[in-house]
């Protein structure tokens, strides 16, 4: 990580703090921005790769959701074992995102055909998918329409495909929900971020990334036709989540 690309965007105080946006400054340094912000995250990243190894099939689609700068395409292809006719759609709402992530992916050749749509997710079709990724994705997506996409997924997929969905999450009671935002907090001042900057960043999100309870999550998994869902990884208030549609 070379020093231009350190994440300093909330380093000097900015009075009216802007709501958080995927724009180019952000891209610039998202790399950093994200390794230092969420617990576990290439953790979760290996084990999307491992999943796919596991679940997807030949003559089948991947889509990495909200897929940023392509972090988690990168660790499918680098695992998928049988390459015949697999395509991964990666799609993102930010034209900034994808220009950036188109680089990143053509550095790394690889047998597998990846598409990349600048969409809106909730405008996506799924089909004839074998595994679907929304890494910290579902939490920027209005409440009132989480279900009709978890439904769209749960409909695209096939039996037997894989849905990962890695959150930061909110609890009950708030007593626990403070605990685990300060440790959170105070993971990101080991990473090096001043009290400033986790504050302007935490106000700037504040309205744009909503949590949710795991409870909310798993429930509308099953609501929406997922028997089999759990979460299998948690650092602090962040978790993934898997859920399989069975055959």
Known sequence: ???????NLFAHPLGIIP?????KAVVDVFPDMIRRSVPG???ILAHCGELASRYVQANSHCYDLGCSLGASTL???SRITDHRNTKIIAVDNSAAML???ADLLAAVPSPISTELLNQDIC???I???SMVVMNFTLQFIPMSQRAALIKKIYAGLNPGGCLVISEKL?????SLNTLLSDLHHQFKRAQGYSDLEISQKRDSIENVLIPETLDTHIQRLRACGFQSASPWFQCFNFCSLVAIKEP
């Open 1 to 7: 990580m070379t020093e231009t690309n350190q994440d």
């Open 19 to 23: 709501g958080f946006v995927f724009d």
């Open 41 to 43: 995250y290439e953790t």
């Open 75 to 77: 660790a499918m292809r």
């Open 99 to 101: 220009d950036k992530c």
């Open 123 to 125: 405008d996506t079709e």
């Open 127 to 129: 089909n004839n998918a």
């Open 170 to 174: 909110h609890f009950e009671p708030p």
